[in-house]
């Protein structure tokens, strides 16, 4: 487990951070296509909180794309590096993850957040500044749709619908599972809608959501349990 301090010249206030989004929210690259469905790595990233503590675990869990079997996985616990401003969420996360990433022994391919890329009120949620910040394809498949709109889709599995801002589509409601609540997929970085669409589909093949996060959230759960029961001062 890697411990991981608040960077030097993190942003510290609402101002900076959305200074910190405007600029890097310049960067995402949305005519990729994404590595295809089925092929290479795909890598779940997700954390826990401990508030009372002030501690968050990350967790990145890569699975092989094909089989979803676990082929590598770390954590890093840190320091919660900034307040719970609702459309900053990245910033409490982002030192965590990228040390949680960067530990890993493997090439992660496709990054799957839980939570957003641009279906995000600044367009520029979790996946989207954690692809930015890695170079790495990434796509956010969330549990509920934020703040946006959308009709149900048709029961079967793989049906979808728009997920809207106003007229903007900033994502998909897809079902994974007949009869049972979508989950929100958006595009981070250097993939299309479509092709998240397609992995979202390809790691989901029992369950309502990815295997990927399925197996980070229990990791950083694990990892947070651990810290908090060996920590007294700080890591």
């Given at each position: 487990?890697?411990s991981v301090?608040?960077?030097a010249?993190?942003?510290?206030t ?8 405007d600029?890097?929210?310049?960067r ?5 296509p994404?590595?295809?469905p ?13 508030d009372?503590?002030d ?6 869990v890569?699975?092989d ?6 082929v ?6 840190g ?29 992660p ?20 500044h954690?692809g930015?910040l890695?170079?790495?394809p990434t796509?956010?498949?969330?549990k509920?749709?934020f ?19 106003g ?5 998909r409601a897809?079902?994974?599972r ?5 989950v929100f ?6 993939t299309?809608?479509?092709?998240a669409?397609a992995h ?27 810290a ?8």
């Amino acid at each position: 487990m890697t411990s991981v301090s608040v960077p030097a010249g993190w942003p510290a206030t609402e101002e900076e951070a959305r200074a910190v989004q405007d600029e890097l929210r310049r960067r995402v690259v949305r005519d990729e296509p994404g590595p295809p469905p089925g092929t290479g790595h795909v890598t779940g990233v997700d954390v826990a909180y401990d508030d009372e503590r002030d501690v968050v675990a990350a967790a990145a869990v890569v699975l092989d794309a094909a089989s979803l079997e676990v082929v590598a996985e770390s954590t890093a616990v840190g320091r919660i590096s900034f307040p719970y401003v609702p459309g900053l969420l990245a910033f409490r996360e982002i030192p965590t993850v990228l040390a949680a990433l960067d530990a890993l022994p493997c090439p992660p391919g496709l990054v799957v957040c839980d939570g957003y890329g641009l279906a995000h009120p600044r367009r520029f949620g979790l996946a989207s500044h954690l692809g930015v910040l890695t170079g790495l394809p990434t796509i956010g498949v969330a549990k509920n749709p934020f703040t946006f709109t959308y009709d149900a889709p048709a029961a079967p599995r793989g049906s979808a619908t728009l997920l809207l801002a106003g007229d903007e589509e900033v994502g998909r409601a897809l079902r994974t599972r007949d009869d049972v609540k979508p989950v929100f997929v958006s595009v981070g970085h250097r993939t299309t809608l479509d092709t998240a669409c397609a992995h979202t589909l390809a790691m989901t093949p029992t369950y309502r959501l990815p295997e990927t996060t399925r197996h980070a959230d229990s990791l950083c759960r694990r990892a947070l349990k651990e810290a908090t029961a060996s920590w007294q001062d700080g890591p």
